[in-house]
Nanobody, 124 residues
Framework: QVQLVESGGGLAQAGGSLRLSCAASGRALSNYAMAWFRQAPGKEREFAAA????????YYANSVKGRFTISRDNTKNTVYLQMDSLKLEDTAVYYC?????????????????WGQGTQVTVSS
């Protein structure tokens, strides 16, 4: 199994940027398609971005498209989420997730492995 640990969350102003990291251990990250999800208080966990095992074919939710960039460095066993032009509605706990095979944009239930989450708070 693979273990995932997120970092990089914190407080940012609207219009600012943050970069989240997700470090994998236990198995090589290259075995897994990876994704970022987020969950705001009182809301369901929602898909934000996904990337294939090789790093190609990124997918984005409409709510983050053009502002967030998902990437990965398999040599460092790490996935990233660069978040620019942050909005108040981006405030949430952000989770990285992994699954064998191809990325899925269908929902959280398609992913097998999860990190513990990192809080992102955007203020005005």
């Amino acid at each position: 199994q693979v273990q995932l640990v997120e970092s990089g969350g914190g407080l940012a102003q609207a219009g600012g940027s943050l970069r989240l990291s997700c470090a994998a251990s236990g198995r090589a990250l290259s075995n897994y398609a990876m994704a970022w999800f987020r969950q705001a208080p009182g809301k369901e966990r929602e898909f934000a971005a996904a990337i294939s095992r090789s790093g190609g074919s990124p997918y984005y939710a409409n709510s983050v498209k053009g502002r967030f960039t998902i990437s990965r460095d398999n040599t460092k066993n790490t996935v990233y989420l660069q978040m620019d032009s942050l909005k108040l509605e981006d405030t949430a706990v952000y989770y990285c997730a992994g699954r064998p095979g191809w990325p899925s944009v269908s929902g959280a239930r398609d992913y097998d492995y999860w990190g513990q989450g990192t809080q992102v708070t955007v203020s005005s």
